[in-house]
């Protein structure tokens, strides 16, 4: 199935509440209305719910317990409540698919964005950028798994979802991998052009155009998560670590393999959202 032809397929593409779009236009637009976004939140109890829970948390409790949810956005700042509201929102819009562990995926996603929001702080760049493009990075792979269900578990066979030449089978298969479908969604959804460009970039970020530091972000982000997914011994990441990229980013005394932080504390002011 060619790319414009997945993306005429209705069943495929998932619907996203109107308080995301109001959210990514926000990328674009410093003038958006917070008491407009309240008042969206405030109509969704799942997302009420979420947020009301984060403010709560050990991470941001304050001495008087958090009920509304203007005291919570005062609480949590915007970029977080978009983080957080985007994020949740995104993963509540895909219906369980055949073929494709859910849980699995939406793990990979989260973890790829917490090790690039981190890389990015160690790189002195936008943090909250690199963690959303870490988290819609993959996110073409439930529409593909939808759309065209046999030929995604034809390409499952011969490797896994997060074996390290999966984009290559893909493309071998397709002509395309789940990178370039996650662009395409990104850019339907209307999210800035550096998210579509990074993102594809991501595959092969040194010989990116442009954006390549985001790019650099999103790759190795992907590769510690799948690292992780794939129970890779120490040895085994030691070898595979793509210290190239990491070098591009920042000196090796930032960007040490051996210092990372663990997956709870790199996502300890996030809990309600990482699974």
């Not at 690039?116 to 993959?138: T, V």
């Not at 759309?147 to 066979?157: G, S, Y």
């Not at 040194?206 to 890779?232: P, T, Y």
């Not at 000196?251 to 210092?259: G, M, N, V």
């Given at each position: ?9 209705p069943?495929?593409?998932p ?34 719910a ?12 304050s ?10 956005i ?12 985007i ?22 996603s ?40 046999e ?6 066979q ?54 390549a530091?985001?790019?650099a ?26 210290a190239?990229?990491a070098?591009?980013?920042a ?23 990482i699974?």
């Amino acid at each position: 199935m060619k790319l414009d032809t997945l993306f005429r397929q209705p069943d495929a593409l998932p619907t996203i509440p109107e308080v995301v779009q109001t959210l990514i236009a926000s990328f674009n637009d410093d003038s958006i209305s917070i008491d407009n976004i309240t008042r969206q939140i405030v109509s969704d109890p799942v997302l009420s719910a979420n947020l009301l829970h984060l403010a709560n948390s050990a991470y941001y409790k304050s001495t008087n317990s958090t009920t509304t949810i203007p005291v919570a956005i005062a609480l949590l700042g915007f970029v977080n409540v978009r983080t957080l509201v985007i994020s949740i929102a995104l993963k509540g819009s895909f219906k369980p698919i055949h073929g494709l562990d859910s849980k699995q995926f939406w793990r990979h996603s989260q973890h790829t964005a917490l090790v690039a929001r981190y890389l990015a702080m160690q790189a002195g760049l936008d943090a909250n950028l690199a963690f959303m493009l870490g988290l819609i990075h993959a996110i073409g792979q439930p529409v593909m798994y939808q759309a065209m269900p046999e030929k995604m578990l034809k390409i499952d066979q011969q490797a896994p979802i997060l074996a390290p030449n999966r984009i290559m089978l893909e493309h071998e298969s397709l002509g395309y991998s789940y990178l370039e479908v996650s662009a395409q969604l990104a850019r339907c959804w209307k999210f800035p052009e550096v998210f579509p460009k990074a993102i594809t970039a991501s595959e092969k970020p040194l010989e990116a155009s442009e954006f390549a530091e985001l790019a650099a972000l999103i790759h190795l982000g992907a590769w510690r998560s799948r690292a992780e997914e794939n129970q890779l011994d120490g040895a085994e990441m030691a070898r595979t670590w793509p210290a190239d990229l990491a070098n591009y980013l920042a000196p090796p005394s930032k960007l040490a393999l051996q210092d990372f932080p663990s997956w709870d504390a790199l996502g300890e002011d996030m809990a309600v959202l990482i699974t």
